[in-house]
């Protein structure tokens, strides 16, 4: 499997910012966001099942992140809304053979809030 994720770069706080991963190879059965702020340990931000009928979040992030699945496109999207610099992070995206396992990774993209 590999992971191509995309749509970093500099934001406002407030903004709206998608993050997408691209999927090829094997199908799994979970897919997933994590991230890595500066200085801190990779954190999990949320799962979605490679069907999308199901989602899991870090409490920390569920009324502002939405994770989605693009069956067709095959791609798993990270909706960010009203984003703030504590969002400030190396997202990843995963993949996994089981509900919430995480046996793949995608290189990371970067996303810098600014206040």
């Known amino acids: 499997v590999q992971l191509q994720a995309s749509g970093g770069g500099l934001v406002q706080a407030g903004d709206s910012l998608r993050l997408s991963c691209a999927a090829s190879?094997?199908?799994?059965?979970?897919y997933g966001w994590f991230r890595q702020a500066p200085g801190k340990e990779r954190k999990f931000v949320a799962f979605?099942?490679?069907?999308?009928?199901?989602?899991d979040y870090d409490d920390s992030v569920k009324d502002r992140f939405t994770i989605s699945r693009d069956n067709a496109k095959n791609m798993v999207y990270l909706q960010i809304n009203n984003i703030q610099p504590e969002d400030t992070a190396v997202y990843y995206c995963?993949?996994?053979?089981?509900?919430?396992?995480?046996?793949?990774w995608g290189q990371g993209t970067l996303v810098t809030v600014s206040s």
């Open positions: 995963t993949a996994g053979r089981r509900w919430k396992a995480t046996d793949y």
């Open positions: 979605v099942t490679w069907s999308g009928a199901s989602t």
């Open positions: 190879g094997r199908t799994v059965a979970t």
